[in-house]
């Protein structure tokens, strides 16, 4: 793996490395979340375009069908970017080293041992067992763990990374928690 070797700091040392295992995107832990996204981006489109034709028509404005296009393909794109979201989370690479966790993705995240004051390997509905770091990550539901993979924080402002920071569906959790064992304040998969 090229990418870690060009990553490491010097004198650190790879322990683990890892992806995640083969999961369906659209899996019983997730579809709900999709679901739930879908139906409150199609309620505010909704709400976005009454406003706006009724706005229209009563400022005897017109209304430009452009704007009313646009407002429906961004309806669209929420669930779409889910989708492609859990799809990219399949080729990102997790690695452990002597020193700090990393994602290695189009940006990579890391964060440094010392920096986690908590940490817990979960397991969803599905099977996937999930190395959560940080309070908000650890308390989230098993419907966010992809998001939190993903972006590291979960669109909480003011948030530092290591409060939101997970490896998800590792095909290997059981090395990662021996190379974690000292460096990390963990609890037992639940």
């Known amino acids: 793996m090229s ?13 683990w490395s ?6 369906e995107v659209l899996d019983a832990t997730n579809k709900p979340e999709l679901i739930h ?12 375009e009454a406003l706006y034709i009724g706005t229209a028509i009563y400022l005897d404005a017109g209304i430009k069908w452009g704007i009313v296009v646009a407002l429906l393909i961004a309806c669209a794109a929420s669930p779409i970017l889910f989708v492609t979201r859990s799809m990219k989370l ?13 994602i290695l993705a189009d940006q990579n995240r890391e964060i440094d041992y010392p920096r986690i004051p908590k940490c817990e390997f979960k397991e969803d509905s599905d099977g996937h067992i999930t190395l959560l770091c ?7 539901k098993p419907g966010k763990w992809r998001e939190i993979a993903f972006f590291g924080n979960p669109g909480d402002d003011g948030v530092s990374p290591c409060d939101t920071f997970a490896f998800y569906a590792i095909d290997q959790p059981e090395g990662l928690r021996k190379v974690l064992e000292g460096k990390v304040p963990f609890e037992d998969v639940e």
Not at 3 to 15: A, F, M, P, R, Y
Not at 90 to 102: E, G, P, Q, V, W
């Open 90 to 102: 399949k080729d990102y690479i997790y690695a452990a080293t002597d020193k700090r966790l990393l």
């Open 134 to 140: 940080g309070e908000k990550a650890v308390i989230s």
């Open 3 to 15: 990418k870690l070797d060009n990553i490491l700091k010097d004198g650190e040392q790879l322990l």
């Open 18 to 23: 890892g992806k995640a295992e083969n999961y």
């Open 37 to 48: 996204r879908s139906i409150l981006c199609t309620g505010i489109c909704i709400l976005i």
